[in-house]
């Protein structure tokens, strides 16, 4: 993934995340799919905000 400076690559980290959990992922098999593929780091702790994020509103 490149990002063009100034972007915010975070806001398409949080939809692969948000794809990742609804296909059910596990949190920590996130975060290494994560780094594996986008060579970004993103806590388990990060992740969970992003998906009970989700989950409040479904």
Sequence with gaps: MIVRMRDNMVEGIEEVIVSLYAKGMSLR????QIKDVYKF????ASISRITSRIAEDM
């Design 41 to 44: 780091e993103v806590s388990t």
């Design 29 to 32: 098999d996130i975060e290494g």
